[in-house]
């Protein structure tokens, strides 16, 4: 069973400071990463997404992978009130192309 | 450049009904997925389909789920015989064609109500 998890959350910051979001997968064969936001009632958007060992940088996002400890991270800095959403790990395996999806961390920004 | 579509993005049916879900893939996009999300849990894979072709549908239930996603036209999600489980949020994604790297473009959605 591969299974990916996420820090549960709810994870409440202040506009300006940094979020933090965790992933772990259980799949030692994983090749892709992704991060999606989801508003409630609305679907998933994809923000950012990862193959290598390393960071990667896109605005206020950061994504984060080590894949020898099985884990992936989002930054978000200056964080904002419009950042307010469930954020969604998401695996690609090395088999085919399903994405296995953490259960999400509700992220709130408060003015 | 539209985006995957989906429709309906609202369906109500009754315990014993069929529902037909379409999704039309982004313009380049050749595979297609779905998932379910119900309420208060994450995303589940139920298909993945190409076109005339079902690659993987190992997260479809065996019983009254059925896709395709024919040479022309949407990739259809049909359950027959609905029941109040089938109550949820239906997403069809699309990719590209190639590298397992692809990224997957998520649709609006159907939230299927079944009374």
């Known amino acids: 069973q591969k299974e990916v998890e996420q820090n549960s959350g709810p994870l409440s910051v202040p506009e300006g400071a940094i979020a933090s979001l965790n992933c772990t997968y259980s799949?030692?064969?994983?090749?892709?990463f992704f991060w999606y936001r989801q508003y409630s009632g609305k679907s998933p958007e994809l923000i950012m997404f990862?193959?290598?060992?390393g960071d990667k940088e896109d605005g206020r996002f950061t994504a984060q992978l080590n894949k020898a400890s099985q884990y992936v991270s989002l930054l978000i800095r200056d964080s904002q009130p419009s950042d307010s959403a469930t954020y969604l790990c998401a695996v690609k395996g090395s088999t085919l192309g399903r994405l296995y999806f953490g259960r999400g961390t509700q992220l709130t920004v408060w003015p | 450049n539209a985006g995957v579509m989906q429709n309906p993005r609202h369906l109500v049916r009754r315990r014993g009904q069929e529902a037909r879900l379409r999704c039309s893939p982004m313009?380049?996009?050749?595979?297609v997925y779905w998932y379910r999300q119900l309420p208060e849990e994450g995303l589940k894979f139920m298909v993945y389909l190409q076109k005339e072709n079902i690659i993987d549908e190992s997260g479809m239930p065996k019983e009254r789920f059925s896709a395709e996603f024919p040479k022309e036209g949407p990739s259809i999600l049909r359950i027959q015989q609905v029941v109040r489980g089938d109550s949820a949020a239906y997403f069809c994604?699309?990719?590209?064609?190639?590298?397992?790297?692809?990224?997957?473009?998520f649709g609006p959605g159907t939230r299927l109500t079944v009374l």
């Open positions: 990862i193959y290598s060992n």
């Open positions: 313009k380049g996009h050749s595979h």
């Open positions: 994604a699309s990719s590209q064609p190639g590298e397992i790297r692809n990224e997957q473009f």
């Open positions: 799949d030692r064969g994983s090749q892709s």
